[in-house]
């Protein structure tokens, strides 16, 4: 979402004439988009920011400004530790930007946007970010959330749900298309309670409506709440072409006492039921899911659980976060804290038990036939790349399951559907060649 939204501020920068540089220290202005989901990245944010305070170009320094949600949550308190920056534009302001970079232009400083807006910002920019992929881009369909997991920071910074029009999404959906765009990922916080036009068009409704866009290939979502995974969602899932046959749903944790204090709402059971219906429906889909390790009060045996959960259901993919207290959260205040050296112990140990899984995964490809997006030449040679002549080039795509897949050819272009044959496996990635028909 701070990829998109980072879009949204280029545009409307470059529409008040500023164009991109790629040296910060000689920059104009300088725009932090932040996100405040861990401490870390928080802290990354106010580093980043705080190199600025002493740059001069030609005897003034960089207009700063922080946006997105450490703004909204640090509000006139980001002044503290940057005493320089010019502007704080909460995650609902981004309507006011151009409004506030006039009045910083004509003087003013220090100035705090954190007011809520009723509608998300339709301020879409075609133009992806320098180094993000052009073939593949997201789409924001909702913000916010009414979830309050006791862990999370985001329903105070991002608000409450609000649903994107139907219509503007897939008209922006059809401008990516018409620009070369093949794969698109909706976007969330709980995509499932998407309910555009007053409620009438529920996220199912949606994909059939985006499915319908020519020229997109692809359609991904993220995230889904397991507790609001519905049947209509499972059987778009299995019905439209065009969506993957992939589906990020995270878990948490596996112990039920956990899920309980973490406000989550379902319980493991639960989950497990959820997945087998989901296998069944779409038997090869492929899940990933998000962790978290070190929970307040979380026992040996609690993440015990979780280990046995990973087990049990054998994720793709495993995006696992050692817990971070976030102020206003309930969770913060809960007295059971764990030391950081445990929460590290026991990250590394669900990461190290994961490779093994996803490993094993990976080698199930070997011999199997897969469809990838072309996005690009890889970065590094792989084992097996054979350069047949001198047009032959190593590219590398994604299947549906989101894995990268290298493959030698000399005709293949980005934006291309290839099939290939899954040669080899490695930990992260795929060999496979083309097959003879493509
Ligand atoms: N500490 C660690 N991880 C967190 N996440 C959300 N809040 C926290 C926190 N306080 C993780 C969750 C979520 C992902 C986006 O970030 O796993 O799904
Ligand atoms: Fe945070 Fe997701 Fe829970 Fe909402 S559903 S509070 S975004 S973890």
């Known amino acids: 979402m ?6 949204i501020l280029a545009g409307l ?25 861990r401490h870390k990245a928080q802290e990354k944010a106010y580093s980043f920011l705080g190199r600025f305070a002493g740059t001069r170009i030609k005897g003034k320094r960089p207009l700063t400004v922080m946006a997105g949600c450490v703004a909204q949550k640090e509000k006139e308190k980001a002044f503290v530790r940057l005493p320089h920056l010019d502007l704080v ?21 220090r100035i705090v946007d954190t007011e809520p807006s009723e509608n998300i910002f339709e301020g879409f920019s075609k133009d992806a970010l320098p180094g993000k992929v052009q073939i593949s881009r997201f789409v924001t369909i909702m913000q916010g ?9 985001v329903p105070y910074v991002r608000g409450k749900e609000r649903s994107r029009d139907p219509f503007a999404i897939v008209e922006e959906i059809e401008g990516l298309a018409a620009s070369g765009v093949r794969e698109i990922t909706l976007l969330g916080q709980n995509v499932n309670s998407y309910a555009g036009n007053n409620g009438q068009v529920s996220f199912a409704d949606l994909l059939h409506l985006v499915s319908k866009v020519d020229g997109i290939e692809r359609i991904r979502f993220a995230t ?3 507790k609001d995974l519905s049947n209509d969602l499972i059987q778009a899932l299995k019905d439209i072409d065009k969506v993957c046959n992939h589906l990020h749903l995270p878990v948490q944790s596996g112990s039920n006492d956990i899920l309980k204090r973490m406000n989550r709402k379902y319980d493991r059971d639960t989950y497990f039921k959820r997945i087998s ?10 899940l990933s899911t998000d962790l978290i390790v070190g929970f307040p009060g979380e026992t040996v045996s609690d993440f015990q659980q979780t280990m046995d959960l990973l087990e ?20 913060a205040k809960f007295s059971n804290q764990l030391d950081e050296q445990t929460k590290k112990e026991r990250l590394n140990a669900l990461l190290d038990f994961q490779e093994k899984i996803t490993e094993k995964k990976n080698k199930s490809f070997v011999g199997k036939k897969v469809t990838v997006l072309v996005e690009g030449d890889s970065p590094k040679t792989r084992d097996g790349f054979v350069k047949k002549n001198k047009n032959t080039r190593q590219m590398f ?3 549906d399951a989101n894995k990268i897949v290298h493959f030698a050819s000399d005709r293949a272009a980005i934006g291309d559907l290839v099939t290939l044959e899954i040669i080899n496996a490695y930990p992260h990635s795929l060999w496979g060649e083309v097959c003879e028909s493509d």
Request: hydrophobic content about 40%; aromatic content about 12%.
């Open 397 to 399: 795509g994604r299947n």
């Open 2 to 7: 701070n990829v998109y939204d980072s879009q």
């Open 89 to 109: 534009l909460g995650t609902q302001a981004f309507g006011r930007f151009a409004a506030h970079l006039n009045a910083l232009i004509s003087g003013e400083t």
């Open 145 to 153: 959330c009414e979830n309050f997991c006791t862990y999370c920071v």
């Open 13 to 37: 920068l470059q529409n008040a004439g500023y164009e991109q540089i790629h040296d910060p220290n000689l920059a104009d202005l300088v725009l932090c988009n932040t996100c405040a989901i």
């Open 224 to 226: 889904s709440h397991p």
């Open 277 to 286: 219906a989901l296998r069944q429906a779409c038997p090869d889909i492929a």
């Open 312 to 331: 049990a259901v054998e994720f793709d993919a495993v995006f696992a976060f050692s817990y971070s207290a976030r102020s206003f959260t309930p969770a």
